[in-house]
DNA sequence: ACCCTTCCGGACAGGACCTGTCCGGAAGGC
DNA sequence: GCCTTCCGGACAGGTCCTGTCCGGAAGGGT
């Protein structure tokens, strides 16, 4: 074994458990322990502190040091980051999809092809099964996706539209950011010669030309700030509002799927929320957690809405009362899949 | 720069960049574009395949190969990975958090300590907002069960119950297992004899002794089972009962916190659902999503719990035919913060 | 078809550095 | 006090690493 080899194999070894021995290290390195003792040092010098303790019951164990070490991980763990970053959660902290983003295209450049399959099949079952199936998010095209952001690179992809309309685009892209499980791309599109949102799971064959541009300014202050305003600007398939006497800071911190510019505040007491969904189900999710405020309510909205919404609280006291309730013809909208939150383009 | 070092540069550059030319490499790494070569080559002998093309525009490029190479994450990846870890999604995959737990304690160990805060940070913000605060596993401590189970060593830690009786534990840590954004760990404890379950968030200075134990036999096919199991089985504030005439697969795939044993089949058409919540809101949304199938329903538990409900739906019914309702002090209690599903200790 | 740019890899010489062997020393645990 | 472990200097032999040459092949653009 050659000695960076044999370095990598060390660092390996000292990540996959606590604490080892030299004499165990010598015997799983194929070399001395004086040799082993020289490539501590030598991990040392590269600014990764390994410590050791004398003496029965020592051994050597890395610590933390100035910078992150490489990693070097086994199958399963290689699964479980992509896993978790594929599934990153979004809300709130600046840029952090971006980076886990970036981090997943790290990754899914080098996985082993044997590994890829297994993504799939686990970010399948694992992702929240509020989202529709169908908008599963392909980890490959995510990682190309984000690696064309990270190199300012042009990218080409189809895209298929809210409403099924297939269109093939050429665009700048410029930051990832996701909302709930799902990816959205945020992309300046020369031809429209104007910025459009990209749901990523609608994007297939996405390959990057290999084309550099000069970023341009977003007409926002971040990214997050700007899907969230696209999207409180997007249609709904329902929608309804409600003025809650509660202040805007509450409702947020209440609500399931806190998209801050659907609450709008109207004072310091009361402010109004936007309960749009793709799904009558949804809508009345949202009204639930603010019903369960407890504060005073009103509501407008389409008669359509309106009467799911009514017919569904007359199905739950009925219920309640009486023990059980018949399914209703009139709610049966509701029984449609979601597709998640609209989109800009 | 010694050899091994500038390897290791190299690795993390063709990481952090799409493509590079060979003089680009060579200027970075103070070497001659030979010894980029020389180094290249290295790297493809060690089973890191290095994808070359000549001609304007070409240059060096990751490939995926065999095995994953060492990642070399930089401080916000870093962040990011550890995040993507924490709030790793349970539901279904066997052992899928248990791996993400192992990374984690590989990721946690050797993360330098300026970005332990930043995690801690981020996770604050980011795990799922229906959690009641306080409920938020801290990083390090996770890391630091996760690797005494690797490792089979006995573990001490400080425990509060659910009813915040505080203890001191000394056992065997098995498995860990996430549901929800709640890590559970599932452990033998030798003083009581028997096997008991810990919210990780209730677990305080934990510490690995280094006394090794030989795993025992769970009693149950793997740890998610057990889990399940005894979750089902514990205590909640408010309980209710709903008879579906669905199949059981058809809840399972629709209700939202899917946990198997919360559900039973009963025939192939009909089936019961648990709807336990430790708010009223909670088994309010559930039962809501129970709604949504749009078919027969039964319900049955406690007057608390069906008063609730019932004035719920009045409500509910109320807004959307008068367009406004008033609080109503009946449901008070559905205003006081979540603590998510019990624990079994 | 031509040229330019890029990657490719053999040969060679000088010197750096790596390894095993031997050793005396220090520090923790029983 | 004994054992086990880590520690690091000295030394010799030989590996192998680096820079410098070079001719060759393969894309891409004009």
Redesign the pocket.
């Known amino acids: 074994m050659?000695?960076p080899a044999?370095m990598l194999r060390l660092l390996s070894l000292l990540q996959s458990r606590r604490e080892w021995?030299?004499?165990e290290l010598a015997e799983r390195l194929g070399?001395?322990?004086?040799?082993v003792?020289?490539d501590?040092?030598r991990l040392r010098e590269l600014g990764y502190p390994v410590d050791?303790?004398?003496?029965?019951?020592?051994?050597?164990r890395l610590a933390s040091g100035r910078d992150l070490p490489p990693l070097l991980l086994d199958d399963d763990e290689a699964v479980a980051v992509a896993v978790g970053l594929l599934t990153a959660p979004g809300g709130g902290v600046r840029g952090i999809e971006e980076t886990s983003a970036r981090a997943l295209a790290k990754l899914e450049q080098v996985l082993p092809a044997r590994l890829r399959h297994r993504v799939a099949a686990v970010s399948e079952v694992t992702l929240p099964i509020t989202l529709a199936k169908g908008t599963r998010t392909d980890p490959a095209v995510l990682a190309v996706v984000a690696a064309a952001c990270r190199d300012h690179e042009l990218l080409t992809f189809d895209y298929e539209s809210r409403e099924g309309a297939p269109s093939s685009r050429r665009v700048e892209p410029h930051h990832l950011v996701t909302v709930h499980g799902l990816w959205y791309l945020v992309a300046y599109d020369p031809e429209r010669a104007d910025w459009r949102t990209f749901r990523v799971d609608r994007v297939t064959a996405p390959t990057p030309t290999h084309r550099r541009f000069s970023p341009r300014r977003l007409p926002a202050e971040d990214a997050a700030t700007y899907l969230d305003r696209t999207l409180a600007a997007a249609p709904y398939r329902y929608d309804a509002v409600a003025t809650v006497a509660a202040p805007a800071s509450v409702v947020l911190e209440r609500m399931i799927g806190p998209s801050r510019s659907r609450v709008e505040p109207l004072g310091a007491r009361r402010c109004r929320v936007r309960l749009g969904g793709d799904t009558l189900e949804i809508v009345a999710q949202r009204l639930l957690s603010l019903l369960a405020l407890d504060v005073d309510l009103t509501l407008d909205g389409p008669a359509e809405v309106l009467d799911h919404l009514h017919a569904t609280g007359r199905r739950l006291a009925e219920l309640a009362a009486t023990g059980s309730t018949k399914r209703d013809s009139a709610t049966k909208a509701s029984t449609q899949a979601g597709t998640g939150p609209g989109d800009g383009a």
């Open positions: 050659t000695m044999r021995s030299g004499a070399v001395t322990d004086r040799t003792r020289r501590v040092d050791a303790s004398p003496g029965t019951g020592g051994g050597y």
